[in-house]
């Protein structure tokens, strides 16, 4: 796929997961993506819970039950929209090793595999931005005072941590590094895709990449909720519209 020479930003992800190892088969269960500009600042926000299967895992940290998922996408049902969202961008999570290792292991299982991605860690930057602060993403928030509600919610997550980068951003004396990442991410391939199908598919592949039915909506978890008839005031939350 090409893209522009002009920036794309960046792509804050987040997931939560069944458990911690892609390669010991844990799944992906909800991917938060917040896209912000080459100054950082939020564009875009993203949501949906993602259905792998009846096991989700420790419900007790991500609070995400079987009912929730059963209402949700497969991560091949939205994996067409995903890449159009982070393709030509520079993929921003906290502990990205962690976030990335599922994103291949997702991408791959749904039909794509996964070239090179240029990415940053806010928790590794952590070291040169907060030399004196822990490495979690709720200590490194509250020395830049920013708000973390619902950790452990890949939204709330991926928004704190778009924030987060945003702040090393504006304290940073070297713009032209952050410059020399979007322009690598900007000319960075990514792996081909389809959208839709018939004549108003949105063709980025050749026709022996996999074509989602569709364009599956995004379901975010207040969504869920509602639809397996959990009753979302428990949380406090207000039902979004879908993505």
């Not at 190892?21 to 896209?35: C, D, F, N, Q, T």
């Not at 890949?154 to 704190?160: I, L």
Request: net charge positive; aromatic share 6%; proline share 7%.
């Amino acid at each position: 796929m090409e893209h522009s020479r002009a920036h794309r930003g960046f792509a804050v992800i987040d997931f939560e997961t069944t458990g911690l190892s892609p390669a010991r088969g844990s799944r992906a269960i909800e991917i938060g993506v917040v896209l912000s500009d080459r100054d950082g600042t939020i564009t875009e926000e993203h949501d949906t819970l993602i259905h792998a299967g009846p096991a989700v895992g420790p419900t007790r940290i991500h609070r995400i039950s079987a009912r929730e998922v059963a209402h949700a996408p497969t991560f091949r049902q939205i994996a067409p929209q995903l890449l159009e969202l982070l393709a030509g961008r520079v993929i921003v999570a906290h502990n990205a090793a962690f976030d990335l290792a599922f994103l291949r292991t997702e991408l791959l299982a749904a039909g794509y595999p996964p070239g090179p991605v240029v990415s940053l860690c806010t928790m590794q930057l952590a070291r040169h931005f907060l030399p004196d602060s822990r490495r979690s993403l709720r200590a490194c928030c509250e020395v830049f005072g920013i708000d973390l509600r619902d950790a452990h919610r890949a939204s709330a997550d991926a928004r704190a941590t778009a924030v987060l980068l945003e702040c090393y951003i504006a304290s940073s004396r070297d713009r032209g590094w952050w410059d020399a990442r979007l322009d690598r991410a900007s000319a960075t391939p990514w792996p081909p895709f389809r959208v839709g199908r018939g004549s108003h598919a949105r063709t980025a592949a050749s026709s022996s990449m996999p074509v989602s039915d569709g364009r599956a909506p995004w379901v975010p978890r207040e969504i869920a909720r509602a639809a397996a008839g959990l009753p979302a005031a428990e949380l406090g939350l207000r039902l979004p519209a879908f993505v």
